[in-house]
């Protein structure tokens, strides 16, 4: 007992320690990630998995050269770096291939080499792939990770010390157990998803599009049901593709949101009390502010409208007439209060703010003018989605979350449910004359968005543009809210030719997969 305790003991303990953490007794099994659908079920996203790996014995390798020329072959690493590693004496273990494939796994048995090995070791496993990629992030291993590591981008980053766990320890011969980690569930229903998924590729390639984002979300709770965008990669496969493409469009980037931002404008007006949906100006075509002159997309003269008039035919001299008409004070307020300074508090990681910057180092009036419909100002998608869902829901502002087991936040009110009514009334009267975003039996609340793309070297604009559509439905009591963007489309085409069939064709899947009740039956 003496030789063991004392003079042993230091020694053994450390070599239990060993023991214990090769054995991988000290890793807690990481939490799996789950989409639910409409009816309660788990789609497993993110799951743990044995795969094969090749490990070395280096004080088992009796020739390490001859070795490691036959292993340079299998484990596509150098001649010199698998010398190196093999030429340890006395190494018990050195890992030299993880995830290995079936075809390095079968060439390393036909070689059969001594004190090379093929083993299981527990890594992340994606089986969805490239679904919703940007959302689930993935896992990569640390310097200081265990397990199958340490969480990177989208919920994965975001819920890390949940999904992680806690390791166990050793105190000499003592084991402390390790914690498992948590599993996490998400609102993302897989079937939406996929739907949206298709969509947006069909769209992207009918148009030779750089990319594109889509997001379909509760308006009145933040629900997060769907959220992608394009160009995607696939977890499993990480290190094939650039870092750039691993960030968030949905909140990781800001672009100038278009005439989107009109119904904005036209909340801002009628909730100030400035403005009606009946109030009236003459177009003539062209307005001209400290010697910049503001024309329609269209570059045509309307004549006399009204505020309802200049949202279906998404005039920008009519947007510029109602931010004059209410003040700038009054619209600067009022999108601040919508939230377009502040993050949204979404549940994922690297949330950015757009920008109002034109607005506050540079007061004249033409910048305030184009702001009105949604050139030079900057927002995200997923902050222009939950302020278009504040004109939905009766006007509230509330929080998007995509943990299934989060409660619905309303942030604050941010317009008068009698505005609210209003302009969706105008929205619908939009989509009932452009016709293209229509579904029969079903009042369709929606607004089109075409910005050209800022040249960040000159100044000025590309003749890129980003199209954008954003609706919901039923229009009055809306069960979801969709916003679908394509990034540079080729040729610049107007978003009602691209985004606005292919909202539709989503609603429409949507509103079949709820079992969503019509609410015109009339139309």
């Known amino acids: 007992m003496y030789d063991l305790q004392l003079r042993q003991g230091e020694s053994l303990s450390a070599q239990a320690a060993s023991i214990h953490e090769l054995a991988g007794i000290l890793t807690?099994?990481?939490?799996?990630?789950?989409?639910?659908?409409?009816?309660?079920?788990?789609?497993?996203?993110?799951?743990?998995?044995?795969?094969?790996s090749v490990y070395a014995v280096p004080k088992e390798v009796t020739d390490?050269?001859?070795?490691?020329?036959?292993?340079?072959?299998?484990?596509?690493?150098?001649?010199?770096?698998?010398?190196?590693?093999?030429?340890?004496?006395?190494?018990?273990?050195?890992?030299?291939?993880?995830?290995?494939?079936?075809?390095?796994?079968?060439?390393l048995k036909k070689y059969n080499l001594l004190g090379?090995?093929?083993?299981?070791?527990?890594?992340?496993?994606?089986?969805?792939?490239?679904?919703?990629?940007?959302?689930?992030?993935?896992?990569s291993i640390a310097n200081d990770a265990f397990g199958v590591g340490v969480g990177r981008y989208g919920a994965e980053a975001h819920y890390n010390d949940q999904l992680a766990g806690r390791p166990g320890k050793t105190r000499g011969d003592r084991l402390v157990k390790p914690k498992n980690g948590e599993d996490i569930y998400l609102t993302i229903d897989r079937n939406i998803q996929v739907q949206a998924e298709r969509t947006i590729d069909k769209l992207i390639n009918q148009y030779g599009a750089v990319g594109g984002t889509v997001i379909v979300m509760e308006p009145k709770t933040g629900k997060v049901l769907a959220m992608l965008s394009k160009p995607d990669f696939d977890p499993n496969s990480y290190g094939q593709y650039?870092?750039?493409?691993?960030?968030?469009?949905?909140?990781?980037?800001?672009?100038e949101p278009g005439s989107i931002f009109k119904v904005i404008t036209m909340s801002a007006g009628i909730d100030s009390g400035k403005i009606t949906p009946e109030t009236t100006f003459v177009d003539t075509g062209s307005l001209t502010l400290n010697g910049k002159t503001i024309k329609n997309w269209d570059l045509k003269t309307h004549g006399k409208l009204t505020m309802t008039n200049v949202i279906e035919k998404s005039v920008n001299t009519g947007a510029a007439f109602a931010e004059r008409?209410?003040?700038?004070?009054?619209?600067?307020?009022?999108?601040?209060?919508?939230?377009l300074k502040e993050p949204t508090e979404i549940d994922l990681p690297g949330e950015v703010t757009g920008s109002l910057r034109p607005l506050e180092v540079d007061k004249r009036e033409i910048n305030f003018?184009?702001?009105?419909?949604?050139?030079?100002?900057?927002?995200?998608?997923?902050?222009?989605?939950?302020?278009?869902?504040?004109?939905?829901?009766?006007?509230?502002?509330?929080?998007?979350?995509?943990?299934?087991?989060?409660?619905?936040?309303?942030?604050?009110?941010?317009?008068?449910?009698?505005?609210?009514?209003?302009?969706?009334?105008?929205?619908?009267?939009?989509?009932?004359?452009?016709?293209?975003?229509?579904?029969?039996n079903y009042n369709v609340a929606g607004k089109t968005g075409t910005a050209f793309v800022p040249n960040f070297r000159t100044g000025g604009y590309t003749e890129q543009v980003i199209n954008t559509y954003i609706g919901f439905a039923p229009a009055y009591d809306p069960q979801f809210i969709i916003l679908i963007r394509l990034d540079k489309p080729a040729g610049a085409p107007l978003a009602g030719l691209t985004v606005v069939p292919t909202f539709r064709d989503l609603a429409e899947f949507v509103i079949n997969y709820y079992g969503i009740p019509p609410d015109n039956i009339a139309r």
């Open 28 to 52: 807690p099994k990481r939490g799996s990630i789950y989409f639910t659908d409409k009816g309660g079920g788990r789609i497993p996203v993110g799951i743990n998995r044995d795969y094969p």
């Open 64 to 107: 390490p050269k001859k070795a490691a020329g036959v292993l340079a072959s299998v484990t596509g690493k150098s001649e010199s770096e698998l010398i190196k590693i093999l030429s340890k004496k006395n190494d018990p273990y050195e890992p030299l291939v993880k995830k290995a494939t079936e075809e390095q796994v079968a060439l």
């Open 116 to 139: 090379i090995y093929v083993g299981e070791e527990p890594a992340r496993f994606y089986p969805l792939g490239r679904v919703s990629s940007h959302l689930v992030g993935f896992t």
């Open 242 to 255: 650039e870092i750039s493409t691993f960030l968030n469009p949905s909140v990781q980037s800001v672009y």
């Open 325 to 339: 008409t209410m003040g700038d004070d009054t619209f600067y307020d009022f999108i601040v209060k919508m939230g």
């Open 369 to 440: 003018a184009t702001a009105s419909y949604g050139q030079g100002i900057s927002v995200t998608p997923m902050r222009l989605i939950t302020a278009v869902a504040a004109i939905a829901n009766g006007g509230v502002l509330v929080r998007p979350f995509t943990n299934a087991e989060s409660k619905p936040k309303a942030v604050r009110r941010v317009m008068s449910e009698e505005t609210s009514r209003q302009v969706i009334g105008m929205m619908v009267s939009a989509v009932d004359k452009a016709q293209i975003a229509r579904i029969p």
